[in-house]
Nanobody, 120 residues
Framework: VQLQASGGGLVQAGGSLRLSCAAS????????MGWYRQAPGKQRELVAE???????NYAESVEGRFFISRDYAKNTVNLQMHNLKPEDTAVYYC???????????????WGQGTQVTVSS
């Protein structure tokens, strides 16, 4: 599965950004999709994820400010970010868990990352 992320950029604190990620059309069944982020000197952390059934899970630090959505027909996942804070500054990575048709194992795939910078 190839994941192409877009939508990062520079925004002032309190502003909004929307990230999008498109999965290539492949011979895979995509299960969960989500967004992770990694700030300089820190470990990569989960931001938000959405299951194949539509269940969502958010990091506590973004709950109520970030909203994840998914277009199952287009294999895209979006992250709408509101009330951004300087501590949200990081490289954001799209993530998907998928199974190749005819197989049972589930593997993890990553996009290339997109920079989000929030100025104070």
């Amino acid at each position: 599965v190839q994941l192409q992320a877009s939508g990062g950029g520079l925004v002032q604190a309190g502003g909004s950004l929307r990230l999008s990620c498109a999965a290539s059309k492949t011979t895979f069944t995509i299960h969960d999709m989500g967004w992770y982020r990694q700030a300089p000197g820190k470990q990569r952390e989960l931001v938000a994820e959405i299951s194949s059934g539509g269940s969502t899970n958010y990091a506590e630090s973004v709950e109520g400010r970030f909203f994840i959505s998914r277009d199952y027909a287009k294999n895209t996942v979006n992250l709408q970010m509101h009330n951004l804070k300087p501590e949200d500054t990081a490289v954001y990575y799209c993530n998907a868990r998928a199974t190749r048709w005819g197989r049972s194992d589930r593997n993890e795939y990553w996009g290339q990352g997109t920079q989000v910078t929030v100025s104070s």
